[in-house]
Each structure stands twice: as structure tokens, then as C-alpha cells.
T-cell receptor, first 114, second 117 residues
Framework: EAGVAQSPRYKIIEKRQSVAFWCNPI?????LYWYQQILGQGPKLLIQ????????DSQLPKDRFSAERLKGVDSTLKIQPEKLEDSAVYLC????????????FGEGSRLTVL | AQKITQTQPGMFVQEKEAVTLDCTYD???????LFWYKQPSSGEMIFLIY??????QNATEGRYSLNFQKARKSANLVISASQLGDSAMYFC??????????????FGTGTRLLVSP
């Protein structure tokens, strides 16, 4: 079974440029998550999708970040960073159902903001 | 308030010895789940073990066991017979939000484990 795929793995941009990270979850997984992991910290949830609907985006900085999951399969996280602190690894994860079970993570996309 | 607390930034252990990584949590939910993940230097998060709040027995998965003390709100990970490949970051996480209709994992700050020959 193929795992969670993410691309690109690395991106270096300047402030106010934009980047899009792509995630393809494990086939059949209804729930998809984007986490932000700043160096030295644990992952922090940015947004959670159930199929193609958003169930939690309370910690997504909407002035700089947006995400979509059209057709309820793969997802794109778009960032137009204005802060050096947006430099982080962006982890995509999926799970087969909403209410429980482990999350399966991709290898992450590392963003460096100059 | 911190939901998941991992007080050990780093731990050292010799190969073949056992090591305990500490985790305490805070929740008002009666039903919750506790997870441990391993993150090697390559970056992916690898699921290790899960404990449900109603599980009466401590979870075990091969060399990993979870020392669950519900009254003390602790969920320590025990790795027996450490191997060099166990060197990595270890994250404790809690599934919360059952009462709100959607659930998410909240992670601690992690513990870096270094296994020496």
C-alpha cells in the first residue's frame, strides 16, 4: 500500500513569494490533516479535512495560508509567507476515519523563508 | 494550557538497555487516546503505539510498551533492549475533541533519544 505522498520536499523562497505544497493521502482515507512543525517543536495542526469539507481550521493563519481538498482526495496547501517564522516542515497526514485510529504521515515539505 | 508535556528534551541510553520517555497529559474528556510517534532524521513520523483511555491493560508492541497511569495522567513510553536505530525524536500525542464532533492529535514538544554503542 502506497503511503502519503508529498511534494516538493524542499522549497526556499523569499517573504511574500508564494509556494504550494501538494499531498496525496493513502487511498480511501477520508480524513486529511496539514500540520506545521517548526524546528525543535512538535507538530501543530493547521487544518483538517473530512472528505472535501473543512472540519477544523482554527489554527490556520488565513492571512497567509490557504488549503483546499477538491474532490476529497489530494490536497494543496498554499503559503505566502510574511514571517521568517513560517519556515517549517509542513506535514500531511491521513487517517481512514474521523473518529479514531492512528494518523499516517508523509515525509513532509520543508519551507525555508529568506 | 499545555495539553501534552514531555519534560525530557534529551535522553541517552546504551545499546541493549531499557529507557523510559515521560509524557503527561491534560484533558477533561473521559474518552481519549494516547499515541507515541518516532521521527528519525529523515523527517517522517512513524506510529509506534496507542493506548485508549478505557483500555485496562498497558499497550505493548514488540519492544515498545506504554506505562499508562490514568490517575496521574501519564503515558510513558518504555523501549526495551535499545538499538542504535532507535536514535530519533519521540513525540507523545493525545487525540482529543470527542465531544466537539471532530477529533485531532495534539503533540508534545518531543524527546530526542540517543542510543550509544
Amino acid at each position: 500500500e502506497a503511503g502519503v505522498a508529498q511534494s516538493p520536499r524542499y522549497k526556499i523562497i523569499e517573504k511574500r513569494q508564494s509556494v504550494a505544497f501538494w499531498c496525496n493521502p493513502i487511498s480511501g482515507h477520508a480524513t486529511l490533516y496539514w500540520y506545521q512543525q517548526i524546528l525543535g517543536q512538535g507538530p501543530k495542526l493547521l487544518i483538517q479535512f473530512q472528505n472535501n469539507g473543512v472540519v477544523d481550521d482554527s489554527q490556520l493563519p488565513k492571512d497567509r495560508f490557504s488549503a483546499e481538498r477538491l474532490k476529497g482526495v489530494d490536497s494543496t496547501l498554499k503559503i505566502q509567507p510574511e514571517k521568517l517564522e513560517d519556515s517549517a516542515v509542513y506535514l500531511c497526514a491521513s487517517s481512514p476515519r474521523q473518529g479514531g485510529g492512528e494518523l499516517f504521515f508523509g515525509e513532509g515539505s520543508r519551507l525555508t523563508v529568506l | 494550557a499545555q495539553k501534552i508535556t514531555q519534560t525530557q528534551p534529551g535522553m541517552f541510553v546504551q545499546e541493549k538497555e531499557a529507557v523510559t520517555l515521560d509524557c503527561t497529559y491534560d484533558t477533561s474528556d473521559q474518552s481519549y487516546g494516547l499515541f507515541w510517534y518516532k521521527q528519525p532524521s529523515s523527517g517522517e513520523m512513524i506510529f509506534l503505539i496507542y493506548q485508549g483511555s478505557y483500555d485496562e491493560q498497558n499497550a505493548t508492541e514488540g519492544r515498545y510498551s506504554l506505562n499508562f497511569q490514568k490517575a496521574r495522567k501519564s503515558a510513558n513510553l518504555v523501549i526495551s533492549a535499545s538499538q542504535l536505530g532507535d536514535s530519533a525524536m519521540y513525540f507523545c500525542a493525545m487525540r482529543e475533541g470527542r465531544n466537539t464532533g471532530f477529533q485531532k492529535l495534539v503533540f508534545g514538544t518531543g524527546t530526542r533519544l540517543l542510543v550509544s554503542p
